[in-house]
């Protein structure tokens, strides 16, 4: 339950900082590296890494590890 407790509020935590993460990533991207990704592609994937090592971590230390599912970040397809 904590694990997914933790995962939720990692999901939601980056779902509020969305727009200054963004904003970050554009600043970031050069002009070569733009015309190839688009910023939100790679939020979305450092999201997704986010909350995988997040749930990695917390196995590793011992918390329960019981079963997340995609509706715990509608916000992040591709997380299973």
């Known amino acids: 339950r904590q694990q997914n407790d933790s995962t939720l509020a990692l999901a939601r935590f980056l779902e509020l900082k969305r727009g200054a993460l963004l904003g970050f990533i554009e600043k970031q991207l050069g002009a ?4 190839k990704v688009e ?24 918390f329960s590890a019981s079963s997340r599912t995609s ?10």
Request: proline share 11%; aromatic share 8%; no cysteine.
């Open 32 to 35: 070569g590296l733009r015309k």
């Open 39 to 62: 910023p939100d592609d790679i939020f979305q994937e450092a999201a997704v890494e986010a909350v995988k090592r997040l749930d990695r971590a917390m196995a590793r230390e011992g």
């Open 71 to 80: 509706s715990f970040l509608p916000a992040f397809p591709g997380v299973p």
